[in-house]
């Protein structure tokens, strides 16, 4: 063992942690889906204090033997039944949330995660209550009261959804919530269901068609049948524009 080495060892068993606060580690899931042109987000019911009876997203305790993404995989599939190896979805990172009082029990620190999962535009996979929720359903997120949401969900909410509509201008993130071949009509109803507002059919087209590969396959649509695509490119050039939605529409 070099001196380094021996040093390291040395301080190591002579460490207190309990000099310093505890603080405990959480994560939290802002769980994305589209149906009908309509966003959702997969929310639970609080089956314990505090905040009990109150919506909140799904989450929990990251455990000792695990990182941040194993623990959110786990709690969300605990509180909710999904189970995300079985679906097809993107998984990523949003942000910490760190406020000394967003958890009235201790200081507790959360890694909130952004899930968004691939649909028909049509039915939203079944959600089952589980652990320490009451319930667990799916809510348009357009007209959900988000405030009322426990701890500083509602804040989380609304930086998973910004994140979202941020980057469906630049990105193809959308295909992402339909299925893997898709229709640009089910592309477009995607924007439509985030960014709540009608997009011209033509210009849409126009727009996404160097982004996205063709299958050369077809499905019957009204009208006639229309063309399959895959993505293609991560990124949109030229970018989108996302619409300024008035309070009024």
Avoid: C
């Amino acid at each position: 063992m070099s001196s380094n080495e021996s040093q390291e060892a040395e301080f190591l068993a002579s460490y207190d942690p309990a000099e310093f606060p505890p603080v405990a580690l959480t994560v939290d899931l802002v769980v994305f889906a589209v149906a009908n042109r309509e966003l959702h987000v997969a929310l639970v019911e609080r089956g314990g204090q505090p905040f009990l009876g109150r919506m909140a997203l799904p989450g929990g305790f990251v455990g000792p033997d695990e990182d941040a993404l194993a623990a959110a995989h786990r709690e969300l599939e605990e509180e909710t039944g999904l189970d995300l190896s079985r679906h097809r979805v993107v998984v990523e990172q949003l942000a910490t949330y760190s406020a000394p009082d967003r958890d009235p029990r201790m200081r507790v620190v959360s890694v909130a995660h952004l899930v968004l999962l691939g649909g028909d535009g049509v039915n939203l996979p079944e959600l089952q209550a589980g652990s320490d929720a009451a319930k667990a359903q799916w809510q348009p997120v357009h007209e959900l009261e988000s405030r009322q949401l426990a701890f500083d969900h509602a804040d989380i909410l609304a930086a998973g959804l910004e994140r979202l509509a941020g980057k469906m201008e630049y990105t193809t993130i959308a295909t992402a919530l339909v299925q893997e071949e898709f229709t640009l009509s089910a592309l477009r109803d995607v924007y439509t269901a985030v960014w709540q507002a009608e997009l011209p059919a033509g210009n849409f087209t126009r727009k996404m068609r160097a982004s996205l590969t063709p299958t050369g396959r077809k499905v019957q649509a009204v009208g006639a049948p229309a063309s399959l695509f895959i993505k293609g490119s991560e990124w949109i050039t030229p970018p989108m524009v996302r619409p300024v939605v008035t309070a009024a529409g």
